[in-house]
């Protein structure tokens, strides 16, 4: 037996499922569907499972070692795969899903001082929750401390406030503050998150060292169903700034283009309308000229109304009379000698 069918084994016989446990994010099943588990610290990872719970107690999905490699038991080997086994990201892909995958999910990372540990609950989609749009929007830089507030506090009739992070697929739990038990993180935010359940300060979470993955929505419940919504959006401002300067430029050169474009538009239609005068002009022009130089005869006078001609003895049927002059030499009769 290989050291990894050894380790499922044990694994088996010694883990804990999440069962009655704290849950830290709950995932809506669907087709497609992503279990997260990125390991938040620095040190080396030893090995790392994950664990379904059943009826029966357990059962073990895949196992991935830095020297041995990854196992997936053979009934998951077909539509489960680690997103990235090689880095801290241990999340796992789920394809062709159905119902029987929904349940409790125990992602565990043994690290050389202990084990850290990520409840995934897989729910139907009609029970995942939409949240109301938020109330307040809150920009912050990365790197920065972030305040996230609730209307009210543990105390009184308030017995316990939840804060949750919401994501279109999955929630994840940030912290439970209880009246009576006092706190307790979820396993992503154990590290980052801040809140005091023992005093009136209770409404107030404290998210440090802010990345622009931790942009979305926000949310408190508290008093049994009720919720305030808030969205938070990490931004660097030299960004935003550079974003500025380039939707003024672009403002700016879409104003130019405009500019020219009409111009353009405006000269063309002078252009033609121009065009189209002097066309009009021309043809105005050689109307005119034509009707004032219509044809004459040799002698460049105009046909007129007068009387018969007396030379040639020819008149119009119109009366109009055209003269005629015609060059010939005048032979005088002289009486012929005779001899």
Same mark, same amino acid.
């Given at each position: 037996?290989?050291?990894?069918?050894?380790? @499922?084994?044990?694994?088996?016989?010694?883990?804990?499922?999440?069962?009655?446990?704290?849950?830290?994010?709950?995932? %809506?099943?669907?087709?497609?569907? =992503?279990?997260?588990?990125?390991?938040?610290?620095?040190?080396?990872?030893?090995?790392?499972?994950?664990?379904?719970?059943?009826?029966?107690?357990?059962?073990?999905?895949?196992? *991935?070692?830095?020297?041995?490699?990854?196992?997936?038991?053979?009934?998951?080997?077909?539509?489960?795969?680690? $997103?990235?086994?090689?880095?801290?990201? %241990?999340?796992?892909?789920?394809?062709?899903?159905?119902?029987? !995958?929904?349940?409790?999910?125990?992602?565990?990372?043994?690290?050389?001082?202990?084990?850290?540990?990520?409840?995934?609950?897989?729910?139907? *989609?009609?029970?995942?929750?939409?949240?109301?749009?938020?109330? =307040?929007?809150?920009? $912050?830089?990365?790197?920065? =401390?972030?305040?996230?507030?609730?209307?009210? &506090?543990?105390?009184?009739?308030?017995?316990?406030?939840?804060?949750?992070?919401?994501?279109?697929?999955?929630?994840?739990? $940030?912290?439970?503050? =209880?009246?009576?038990?006092?706190?307790?993180?979820?396993?992503?935010?154990?590290?980052?998150?801040?809140?005091?359940?023992?005093?009136?300060?209770?409404?107030?979470?404290? @998210?440090?060292?802010?990345?622009?993955? !931790? &942009?979305? $929505?926000?949310?408190?419940?508290?008093?049994?169903?009720?919720?305030?919504?808030?969205?938070?959006?990490?931004?660097?401002?030299?960004?935003?700034?550079?974003?500025?300067?380039?939707? @003024?430029?672009?403002?700016?050169?879409?104003?130019?283009?405009?500019?020219?474009?009409?111009?353009?538009?405006?000269?063309?239609?002078?252009?033609?309308?121009?065009?189209?005068?002097?066309?009009?002009?021309?043809?105005? &022009?050689?109307?005119?000229?034509?009707?004032?130089?219509?044809? *004459?005869?040799?002698?460049?006078?105009?046909?007129?109304?007068?009387?018969?001609?007396?030379?040639?003895?020819?008149?119009?049927?119109?009366?109009?009379?055209?003269?005629?002059?015609?060059?010939?030499?005048?032979? *005088?009769?002289?009486?012929?000698?005779?001899?």
């Amino acid at each position: 037996m290989d050291y990894l069918a050894c380790l @499922i084994v044990v694994l088996q016989l010694s883990e804990t499922t999440g069962e009655g446990r704290f849950v830290d994010a709950t995932v %809506k099943l669907t087709n497609n569907m =992503n279990l997260e588990c990125v390991y938040p610290k620095t040190d080396g990872i030893t090995q790392m499972s994950w664990v379904k719970s059943i009826a029966t107690g357990k059962e073990t999905i895949a196992v *991935s070692h830095p020297l041995y490699g990854v196992h997936i038991e053979d009934k998951y080997k077909d539509r489960v795969r680690f $997103i990235n086994a090689s880095s801290r990201d %241990k999340s796992l892909n789920f394809m062709k899903t159905t119902e029987a !995958d929904m349940g409790l999910y125990l992602c565990s990372i043994t690290f050389p001082d202990g084990v850290w540990e990520k409840v995934v609950q897989v729910i139907q *989609s009609d029970s995942f929750e939409v949240p109301v749009p938020p109330t =307040n929007h809150t920009i $912050i830089e990365p790197g920065g =401390n972030v305040t996230l507030r609730c209307p009210y &506090s543990v105390g009184g009739l308030v017995q316990q406030v939840m804060w949750e992070r919401i994501k279109v697929d999955r929630m994840d739990t $940030i912290v439970l503050c =209880n009246l009576s038990e006092g706190k307790t993180y979820g396993s992503d935010y154990q590290e980052r998150a801040m809140i005091d359940c023992a005093t009136q300060e209770s409404d107030i979470l404290v @998210i440090q060292n802010v990345t622009s993955s !931790d &942009s979305g $929505i926000y949310r408190c419940r508290y008093g049994g169903n009720k919720t305030h919504v808030m969205s938070l959006t990490v931004t660097s401002a030299t960004l935003e700034h550079h974003w500025h300067i380039l939707l @003024i430029a672009g403002g700016a050169a879409a104003s130019l283009l405009l500019l020219v474009t009409i111009l353009i538009i405006s000269v063309t239609v002078v252009y033609r309308k121009k065009k189209k005068r002097r066309r009009i002009m021309k043809v105005l &022009s050689k109307a005119l000229y034509s009707t004032q130089t219509r044809p *004459s005869n040799s002698y460049g006078r105009s046909n007129f109304r007068g009387t018969p001609n007396s030379r040639s003895g020819v008149a119009s049927v119109s009366g109009v009379m055209d003269e005629i002059y015609i060059n010939y030499r005048d032979f *005088s009769r002289k009486p012929k000698t005779r001899t």
